[in-house]
């Protein structure tokens, strides 16, 4: 996973023009989730590839004798000069900082008494959508390709104005000492919750209407992105279970045996992390970015049970139970998502890891197919806390539900969706969405989360 931006040549001599991009691109996540946790960038000078450590905000001098004019250091150092436009490629720089999914374009005209000083800018994205930027800042809505196009005029007064193109691959979200946080776009809309092709005669069926488009993780949480934010890795996690066992570990298979205290504990951090604003509130704690595990509360809790959910904020949550199950059809009205039987189409097997095929262990994230929205691992690998309480049938038209909020006195468990590496084909199914429930203060066996976000 990586940011590209390709620079052609300038297509004609007498000016030099001279881009600062600051590419700020914290979060995802996204995204999230894949091989790659710390993320590089690349950059296209004249067929020559340089690649550099986006975390360092450094770039190496290009191997090209081309290309003379990309200094190492720091983005904001001074840019070596360029005497010569022609055939020389443009100077370009990739820097990461705090605000998410941002792009800052800058740029100088010389000779400095060019008759039009002016840049200007246009982005199009990869589904054709074109717009003017206002000012120089550029905010990616989505993950895909945009093409930022500065245009200028030739310093001559009668001079015919022209345009330079370049491209930028925006692929996740990133969070300082996390990593990437992968996302997926996912719409708003209406559909059927619950049984909708009769497997336990309709049980739970009701309309759903989804008023927010939202970010949702395109893998479940990884055990490195776990262990950075909340300082536990799976071994610890594991042996706290006393009777829990390891299976499958690494960097990038998911994080089970979680807590659902502790995964709004981690949304809530991971949202400061990334300089976003936390979504949950939970009475007597003040200071989310300083809470350690240890804080974490190990058996029932009263006021962890009352948790407040915001979601206006920008920060990330867990998704609610409607908006998981409305992600993992991803438009389908199937038993399965690949189809009505197991072996329909490229098979069940082919986007879920469960008991057929597993070998009995997790597996690292986005190794199987996406569904339609881009998101992994849905209907098998290991179980997923959403955000709502277990409940009874519902039959009414819901708008935006959250569930219950009336059940935190109780000893209701918290839902669980999708399937995991020892389900059989029954529970990976897309229609009921592989309904399970946790006490929310255990740790849960085969069980951990994606995030979600608010789509600003």
């Known amino acids: 996973m990586f940011y590209s931006i390709i620079y052609p040549p300038p297509p004609r001599s007498g000016l030099k023009l001279r ?14 989730f894949s091989s790659v946790f710390e993320p590089n960038y690349t950059l296209g000078i004249k067929g020559k590839n340089t690649t550099g450590d986006a975390g360092a905000g450094t770039i190496p001098e290009a191997p090209s004798p081309e290309a003379p004019g990309t200094p190492p250091g720091d983005p904001g150092s001074a840019i070596v000069p360029v005497t010569d436009i022609t055939g020389v490629p443009i100077q370009a720089y990739a820097k990461l ?17 060019a008759t039009n000083q002016t840049i200007t800018w246009s982005v199009k994205t990869d589904d054709g959508t074109s717009s003017a930027i206002t000012g120089s800042t550029f905010s990616a809505v989505d993950d ?7 245009t200028i005029a030739d310093g001559l007064a009668a001079g015919t104005p022209y345009t330079q ?12 000492g996390v990593g990437i946080i992968g996302r997926a776009s996912i719409p708003n809309g209406t559909f059927t919750m619950g049984d909708i092709v009769n497997l336990v005669g309709g049980y739970n069926m009701h309309q759903v209407t989804l008023t927010k488009d939202f970010y949702m993780g395109k893998y479940e949480v990884t055990q490195a992105q776990f262990e950075a934010v909340m300082g536990r890795t799976q071994q610890q996690l594991v042996t706290e279970t006393i009777v829990g066992s390891l299976t499958g570990v690494g960097d990038d298979y998911p994080v089970y045996w979680v807590r659902w205290y502790a995964a709004i504990a981690f949304c809530n951090k991971l ?3 990334a300089g976003l604003e936390p979504v949950y509130t939970v009475t007597g704690i003040s200071d989310w970015g300083n809470l350690t595990y240890a804080g974490i509360p190990k058996t029932k809790n009263e006021n ?4 407040v959910m915001d979601r206006s904020k920008s920060g990330y949550r867990l998704p609610t139970d409607a908006e998981w199950v409305y992600a993992a059809r991803a438009g389908t009205t199937t038993t399965w998502y690949n189809g009505d039987t197991e072996s329909d189409g490229l098979g069940i097997g082919a986007y879920a890891w469960y008991n057929p095929n597993s070998g009995g262990s997790a597996h690292p994230v986005g190794q199987k197919l996406s569904n339609a929205f881009g998101l992994h691992d849905m209907y098998g690998n290991i179980g997923e806390w959403v955000w709502d309480w277990m409940t009874s049938p519902i039959t009414a038209h819901e708008t935006d539900p959250t569930g219950n909020p009336n059940l935190a006195g109780t000893t209701q468990p918290r839902a669980i969706r999708g399937g995991n590496r020892i389900s059989t084909a029954a529970l990976v199914n897309n229609a009921m969405g592989s309904y399970s429930t946790g006490l929310p203060q255990d740790q849960v066996s085969n069980t951990g989360f ?7």
């Open 450 to 456: 994606r995030v979600v976000r608010v789509r600003q």
């Open 97 to 113: 900082g705090p605000t998410l999914n941002s792009l800052t374009l800058g740029g100088t005209v010389e000779p400095a008494d």
């Open 165 to 176: 193109d370049f491209t930028i691959d925006v692929k996740a979200d990133y969070v300082p």
């Open 271 to 273: 949202s400061l992390m």
């Open 304 to 307: 962890w049970d009352k948790v």
């Open 19 to 32: 881009f600062l991009i600051a590419f700020i691109a914290a979060l995802a996540l996204a995204g999230c």
């Open 144 to 150: 895909g390709t945009v093409t930022v196009t500065a």
